[in-house]
């Protein structure tokens, strides 16, 4: 009524159109938009002919418009408060240069569209649709059942005339069902979406997309009950919950966001393939050149199933804290038992009447004296906290055996001495030590005496500097992780685009802000056993400080030179580790990898570090060499991940310092620091090859270090040749495969050597090892899953994705942190452990590789 009424003001008189704009309130507002679609659509004073018609559904109606009439279909359809069904409005109409409005006006909304319609893709490229099919908003209604009516106004500016095909029908399975598949077809002009309804007792829900057609691209969207609904191409991303999707999406929708209790889930293919990684159209020769966009049909299925509940939450965090809670309980059983065992070892000492004097090795009975070496036998089974626990036996037997006493005048300075500020550089100020330590060093066979000559109390504070700097770093390094981290989940919080953050949406469990707290919760291990190493390592310190105190001849003399600042770095560090990585997992993309990387690079590098220091504490690296090499490992794996995507000149440049560094480092291993890096190293390369190579073909002096440095320079040069061949996009992985390929060669090479020396693995050590290897089988078996990339666009990450496999909360990606986090302990074990044989051994007979 309202706009025939608008119509007869307007031509009341033949004047021209009656000034209708000045009718207050709605009618003038109506009037206004039926000038514009209608009245206004031919040359001022031109009369245009405006025809109603009762429309009914699933009838297909075939007209034709011009710019001289405008047809008015009418439906009505009843409206139940319990059920809702959704109203399909399709259209087909020829391409042509002036296109038809449809204008669909509804009680509460109004949609409008042309046909044929032009969406825009990347760089503003055209392209035309002649079919649309439009959903209407479904506004709730408060009454039982209710009538409602609604219009389909049709008009076009085209002086000829343009067929048309318009069919409304109603939409089966508008509302759908829990754990129900429902099948459709969408394109980019023909979006669906469908009302889902939350059931008693089901607060979080997932809503799972799939199709077996990885193109077209599509986006899936979760909405509020409102009108009107977002559901093209260029706008579904104003409101709501989206994401790109080839063949798989998923959305975790939880109760509390959704006030009326219901959203709609709108599936949108797009345009263009770029967003997911699809083909890059030719750009257009002219700006209006219209495109055509083929055949975008896409056959989807959608089904919302039930979430976990709270009850499966409190499960998974039980079990993670269970898990290494138990290691806390293992270790304790574990310091128990030896300290029993070494309480009975210290009555037998106490009360040798059962014994021969030979059997006691006591001076004042036995006509042999007892050697030290006899009590390594005494370490054979030893555990965790084996060489503080034999330190403290052979320490209490120290009276009775009285070539192991040593006088306050033989140590030289007292425990509170030692504690003063001691610099480096004193132990350089005798006068020999320049002269010496080269003679020394040249030696074919080199103990560990021979590289422990600087004083204790020096070494012991440059180590301890490994510790304080590494927590500097933490903290330092920690807090704008942080405070990025969060910023991220805001803003994935905010603008609902879950492209932003990789994760496996098909496992992520919400809480609170959080977005996937299981993949948080996972890395949990990391702190807890972190924590726990740093316990075992103090434990021993206190140990062997005691012992000092006590001036045992085992402490002072015999074993590898303990020195605990490393090992309190490497806890240090995986307690960062689980840190970071929870902090990267809070919003997992290509821009923040370098977060759960950082701590691993450090890692690798303390431990070889610590495998080197144990033979060679005097020429170990100084912390702040140590941690400047590590600071350009970590600039370099920024750098790759910003620039080294298929850039030849940054793979060129890095496979180059790659090389040098490994030549210096071998120099450095081989000589043992006996080589300067100044203008006349080239000279004295030269001068080396033609004296032993050419001049007398001599062979290395030292075999087997140039066995070890020739196989890391095989394999750093064969690292090398394929970063520059392949150029992976996760280079920040690749560099970390380059430092743990050396550490495990330093780590083989070692036990090798360890065994050729004579020397063997205690049984708790050599349990540990291969504990540690199995663990880290597994580990990797979980990590090679694959569950997302960012090395791919977020669509075809999700591809990937996989359902929880463990307690219906965790999946393969946690239980690689779980299974790491374990054998990242079991291999500090390993190091803490495996020269316990050699704490009664002394130092003289130690050889050094």
Known sequence: MVLRSCWKSRHKNSGGPAPCWIRPGLVAVLCLCVIQIGCGSGAVGETKNVVQKDAEFDVTYNDTVTSENQTIYAFNHTVSRNKTEGVRVSVLSQLSESPILFVVRQKQAVLSFQVPLILRGLYQRKYPYNHVARTLCQPPTRAASETQYFFVDVST??????????????????????????????????????????????????????????????????????????????????????????????????????????????????????????????????????????????????????????EVYVMGMLFCLGIFLSFYLLTLLVACLENKRMSKKRELFQNPADMSPAETGNPATSKTPASPYEYGSFADNGSTLSSEAITDSATSTDNNYGYMERSLDSVGRSRQESLSSVEEDDYDTLDDIDSDKNIVRTKKYLCVSDLARKDKRVLSKKYQIYFWNIATIAVFYALPVIQLVITYQTVVNVTGNQDICYYNFLCAHPLGALSAFNNILSNLGYVLLGLLF????????????????????????????????????????????????????????????????????????????????????????????????????????????????????????????????????????????????????????????????????????????????????????????????????????????????????????????????????????????????????????????????????????REHNRDCILLSFFDDHDIWHFLSSIAMFGSFLVLLTMDDDLDTVQRDKIYVF
Request: hydrophobic share 45%; glycine share 6%.
């Open 157 to 310: 500016l085209s002086t000829q005339g343009t067929n048309y095909q318009l069919r409304v029908s109603r939409v089966e399975s508008f509302t759908l069902q829990t754990n129900k598949k429902f099948t459709f077809t969408a394109s980019p002009s023909q979006p669906q979406y469908f009302k889902y309804v939350f059931p008693d007792g089901v607060d979080t829900v997932i809503v799972k997309v799939n199709s077996d057609m990885n193109f077209p691209c599509s986006v899936m969207s979760i909405q509020d009950i409102q009108c009107p609904v977002y559901d093209l191409d260029n706008n579904v991303a104003f409101i709501g919950m989206y994401q790109t999707m080839t063949k798989k999406g998923a959305i975790t929708v939880q109760r509390k966001d959704f006030p009326s209790n219901s959203f709609y889930v709108v599936v949108v293919v797009k345009t263009e393939d770029e967003a997911c990684g699809g083909p890059l159209r030719f750009y257009p020769l002219r700006p209006d050149e219209l495109i055509d966009a083929g055949n975008r049909s896409k056959v989807l299925d959608v089904m919302v199933s039930p979430a976990i509940n709270s």
């Open 534 to 797: 740093l316990l075992i390592v103090l434990k021993r310190d206190i140990v062997h400080n005691r012992a000092l105190v006590r001036n045992s001849l085992n402490a002072l003399e015999c074993g590898i030179p303990k020195h605990f600042g490393l090992f309190y770095a490497m806890g240090t560090a995986l307690m960062m580790e689980g840190l970071l990585s929870a902090c990267y997992h809070v919003c997992p993309n290509y821009t923040n990898f370098q977060f759960d990387t950082s701590f691993m690079y450090m890692i690798a590098g303390l431990c070889m570090l610590k495998l080197y220091q144990k033979r060679h504490p005097d020429i170990n690296a100084s912390a702040y060499t140590a941690y400047a090499c590590l600071a350009m490992v970590i600039f370099f794996s920024v750098l790759g991940v910003v620039f080294g995507k298929g850039n030849a000149a940054f793979w060129i440049v890095f496979s180059v310092i790659h090389i040098l560094a490994t030549l210096l480092l071998s120099i450095q291993l081989y000589y043992m620091g006996r080589w300067r890096l100044d203008s006349g190293i080239l000279r004295r390369m030269v001068y080396i090859v033609y004296t032993d190579c050419i001049r007398q073909c001599s062979g290395p002096m030292y075999i087997d270090r140039m066995v070890l440095l020739v196989m890391g320079n095989i394999v750093n040069w064969s690292l090398a040749a394929y970063g520059l061949i392949e150029r992976p996009n996760d280079f920040a992985s690749y560099l970390l495969a380059i430092a743990i390929c050396n550490l495990l060669l330093y780590f083989a090479f070692y036990i090798i050597m360890k065994l050729r020396s004579g020397e063997r693995i205690q049984c708790l050590a050599l349990v540990y090892i291969l504990f540690t290897a199995v663990v880290w089988g597994f580990a990797l078996y979980f990590f090679f899953q694959g569950l997302s990339t960012w090395q791919k666009t977020p669509a075809e990450s």
